[in-house]
């Protein structure tokens, strides 16, 4: 669809959760495109069972690749982006990574525990790291959906709701994070918000 569209597009695989193949992915798309402007951090591997069951390898492996990936990744283009003066990096979050009420607690609550830590751990580092380029004029942002997309993982996990109304659609959470991946980097960094949220805050969708 890119290329029917006129762009370029190509794959590089790697395991994400190894610190080489990050490294290999990073030096094969600056090999093909010679820079980097916008990074998506949106690979996961979840498990959801309660943390304190979990087996080591899969407590180690989420927060890989859901935390330690996301921040090697945007540490190993931000040199190019500072050199620059210009960049975007978008992490996307989940609703997971706040707080559950209770007791007593929703069920997702535990089974999904650490997978909403891995969440709040982004989204801290998203401010964090937003601060600390602002200068460079470099927008460092999270987003998650409102409602449940129905992504392969969601439907194998059975968390996509039987009430449309509880849905969200690829192409909805995909506007809002376009609109996360240009413009100000002064205006529009240091977001943690909804797909949602963002677009009535811009005006584009109504409230």
């Not at 439907?155 to 506007?175: I, K, M, Q, R, T």
Request: charged share 20%.
């Amino acid at each position: 669809m890119i290329e029917e569209d006129g762009g370029r597009a190509f794959t590089v695989v790697a395991d994400l959760a190894r610190p080489a193949d990050r490294a290999s992915l990073v030096e094969a798309v600056l090999g093909r495109l010679g820079r980097v402007d916008i990074l998506v951090n949106n690979a996961a591997v979840t498990f959801f069972e309660p943390v304190s069951r979990m087996a080591e390898s899969r407590l180690e492996l989420m927060l890989e690749v859901q935390v330690r990936a996301p921040l090697d990744l945007a540490r190993r283009v931000l040199p190019g982006m500072r050199g620059r003066q210009r960049g975007w990096i978008l992490n996307i979050s989940s609703l997971a990574a706040r707080h559950p009420e209770g007791p007593p607690y929703p069920g997702w609550a535990a089974a999904g525990g650490l997978y909403g830590a891995c969440k709040a751990a982004l989204e801290r580092l998203t401010t964090g790291l937003a601060a600390e380029v602002i200068d460079d004029r470099i927008a460092v942002n999270a987003l998650s959906p409102a409602g449940v997309v129905a992504t392969p993982n969601a439907l194998l996990n059975g968390l996509v709701p039987e009430d449309p109304a509880g849905l969200e659609s690829e192409e909805h959470f995909a506007s809002a994070a376009y609109m996360l991946c240009g413009g100000s980097s002064s205006f529009l960094t240091g977001h943690v918000t909804t797909s949602t949220a963002l677009l009535r805050y811009l005006g584009l969708e109504e409230g």
